[in-house]
């Protein structure tokens, strides 16, 4: 359940922290307070999207936490250790907004994605919007709500996953089919790519082997004329000579370290570099005695360069890559001759998807079918209690050939408010009063399939009073006795109903305005009630029949 919950720098809120109990909670406030702004707040830290335009003070980020108890919730404690991420009992979710719009979330202290915190809150907490009533006709939301009641998402994941497995393996199938089209007029062009660059023979790196190679041989000239330059600085110059200058200097050392011996480290260098150059000028002569211009390694060369950089034009590649375009080239008129044998296996691998896809919808069908007529039966008989007493709801699955993610079923929900009126869609419903009580009921009935322990209901209530508005109260009151149901609320008869209540004042000293939760004892929720019911002006009498409301609870 729902621990505790806190916001900072949110909309109208400065900051809050609000601890909650088990059973059913009320939020109640005059209009415009910031009763939903909690709720949006509890959204944000489990993972729904919000922006920079959120924050209050746009100098400071917007911070969210949320505890919640999972001692008895095994999806949730089994969905964190999974991931890493499990603390023992507890769960503390965090979620921070920057004044830029990024934001980052927070799984027991580990930094998650936003994804990821999702996951995780859509498996602790199940908010139903003021206005569902809205996208009730919607055959997503139906469908949706069938799988939640039957307990069927994990059912309908798989399918989902074979559908996909199925649809890439089919749009393999089609390219390679494709492909196949072509094939003769690619596999002709192809052939004549490899034998041409089979008969080339490039080996890897030789390009850059024989490039050095020839360039070698065709500045022959440049390098022995700069091998005697070199020499005659090093030995040979008659004049001067970097042998003679350093055994010079070496002499002048030897006259000078009787005086100081610190010069004795400078002799040594000198002495070393009289050896090194005296070697690189051996090293050198042995070199000039080795290159020698080769005409006809110059030409074969050449036109080795010229063969190969021709062919790596043909391709639109740099020479170094040719080896590569062999590679590709190769390997593609290997899958051109595999590709009957290739398109072979992929029907039987789509064959098997398919089969696999049917067995799996066939189970989630049967289990709509089930699911259907037990949220039917059940939303029918909550109908009586919300001034439809003569309403009749039945859910129609049927199955469709159409392969898709979500299985094979078409779901249409249809009502009959009236008695002698036949059942229609629930798309057709001209009654506002009456798609709002609908959705309230189905609401209220599919929450009790699922295994989710906080229901969070933000002003479903809309457009039902008198003792339609004590019923909702008394099926909310009930469903709170099976978990923790937290309720935004403008009806006295759904207020007087809870365990536990909360009060939401909009504060404002005339430069900022700030919300205000206040828990309430029993004394206060008899003034907050008396509130509800009288409006601006609360007598002894409303103040009695509040008292008298909260007394008669669940009776």
């Known amino acids: 359940m729902l621990k505790s919950l806190q916001a900072k720098n949110f909309a109208i809120i400065d900051e809050i922290d609000i601890v909650f109990n088990e059973g059913m909670i009320v939020l109640t406030g005059e209009t415009g307070a910031g009763k939903s702004i909690l709720v949006d707040a509890l959204s944000l830290v489990l993972g729904e999207r919000g922006g920079s335009n959120l924050i209050r003070d746009s100098n400071k980020r917007a911070e969210f936490s949320a505890e919640f108890v999972i001692d008895k919730h095994k999806r949730a404690k089994l969905w964190l250790s999974d991931q890493s991420l499990d603390d023992n009992d507890d769960c503390v979710l965090r979620r921070i907004v920057n004044p830029d719009g990024r934001s980052r979330a927070f799984i027991n202290g580990n930094q998650v994605n936003l994804q990821?915190?999702?996951?995780?809150?859509?498996?602790?907490?199940?908010?139903?919007?003021?206005?569902?009533?809205?996208?009730?006709?919607?055959?997503?939301?139906?469908?949706?709500?069938?799988?939640?009641f039957g307990d069927l998402l994990l059912l309908k994941n798989k399918i989902?996953?074979?559908?996909?497995?199925?649809?890439?393996?089919?749009?393999?199938?089609?390219?390679?089919?494709?492909?196949?089209?072509?094939?003769?007029?690619?596999?002709?062009?192809?052939?004549?790519?490899?034998?041409?660059?089979?008969?080339?023979?490039?080996?890897?790196?030789?390009?850059?082997?024989?490039?050095?190679?020839?360039?070698?041989?065709?500045?022959?000239?440049?390098?022995?004329?700069?091998?005697?330059?070199?020499?005659?600085?090093?030995?040979?110059?008659?004049?001067?000579?970097?042998?003679?200058?350093?055994?010079?200097?070496?002499?002048?050392?030897?006259?000078?370290?009787?005086?100081?011996?610190?010069?004795?480290?400078?002799?040594?260098?000198?002495?070393?570099?009289?050896?090194?150059?005296?070697?690189?000028?051996?090293?050198?002569?042995?070199?000039?005695?080795?290159?020698?211009?080769?005409?006809?390694?110059?030409?074969?060369?050449?036109?080795?360069?010229?063969?190969?950089?021709?062919?790596?034009?043909?391709?639109?590649?740099?020479?170094?890559?040719?080896?590569?375009?062999?590679?590709?080239?190769?390997?593609?008129?290997?899958?051109?001759?595999?590709?009957?044998?290739?398109?072979?296996n992929l029907k039987k691998d789509i064959e098997n998807a398919c089969n696999d896809y049917m067995i799996l919808a066939k189970k989630l069908s049967d289990s709509r079918v089930i699911s259907a007529k037990k949220l039917s039966s059940a939303v029918t008989k909550a109908m009586s209690s919300l001034g439809m007493p003569d309403g009749k709801f039945d859910i129609n699955v049927t199955q469709n050939d159409t392969i898709s993610s979500h299985g094979l079923d078409d779901i249409n929900f249809l009502i009959s408010a009236n008695p002698g009126q036949a059942p229609q869609s629930i798309a057709k419903i001209a009654s506002g009063g009456e798609l709002s009580r609908m959705s309230l009921a189905i609401q209220v009935i599919a929450s009790e399939g699922n295994y989710i322990p906080t229901m969070v209901f933000d002003e479903v209530d809309s457009g039902v009073g008198g003792a339609v508005a004590e019923m909702v109260g008394r099926r909310l009151s009930e469903l709170g006795s099976k978990r923790q149901v937290l309720c935004v609320t403008h009806l006295p008869q759904v207020a007087s109903q809870a365990d536990s209540h909360f009060r939401i004042n909009k504060l404002s000293d005339g430069k900022s305005t700030k919300v205000h939760v206040t828990p309430l004892n029993h004394d206060s929720r008899i003034e907050e009630i008396a509130r509800m019911l009288g409006g601006i002006k609360v007598t002894e009498r409303t103040r009695d029949h509040a008292a008298e409301m909260l007394s008669t609870k669940n009776n």
Do not use: C, M
């Not at 003021?130 to 919607?138: A, P, V």
């Not at 600085?233 to 055994?247: F, G, P, V, Y």
């Not at 190969?308 to 043909?314: G, L, P």
């Open 116 to 148: 990821t915190l999702k996951s995780l809150g859509e498996l602790l907490v199940d908010i139903h919007g003021q206005h569902f009533h809205q996208s009730l006709g919607k055959t997503e939301v139906q469908r949706e709500l069938i799988d939640h």
């Open 160 to 344: 989902n996953t074979t559908f996909n497995s199925w649809n890439t393996l089919t749009k393999k199938l089609q390219s390679s089919q494709q492909i196949a089209k072509d094939r003769d007029a690619r596999a002709d062009l192809l052939d004549f790519q490899f034998q041409e660059l089979n008969t080339l023979d490039l080996k890897v790196n030789e390009y850059d082997s024989i490039t050095l190679e020839f360039s070698k041989i065709h500045n022959i000239e440049k390098l022995n004329n700069g091998i005697n330059l070199i020499l005659n600085n090093l030995q040979d110059s008659e004049i001067t000579n970097a042998e003679s200058l350093i055994n010079n200097s070496v002499k002048s050392l030897n006259s000078l370290i009787e005086f100081d011996h610190a010069l004795n480290e400078a002799k040594i260098l000198l002495e070393g570099a009289a050896i090194q150059s005296s070697e690189a000028a051996d090293y050198l002569r042995r070199y000039y005695s080795s290159i020698e211009f080769d005409p006809e390694k110059n030409r074969q060369l050449d036109e080795r360069i010229n063969n190969i950089k021709s062919i790596a034009r043909k391709h639109r590649v740099e020479p170094t890559e040719l080896h590569e375009v062999f590679e590709k080239i190769k390997n593609e008129l290997d899958d051109l001759k595999d590709n009957e044998a290739s398109q072979k």
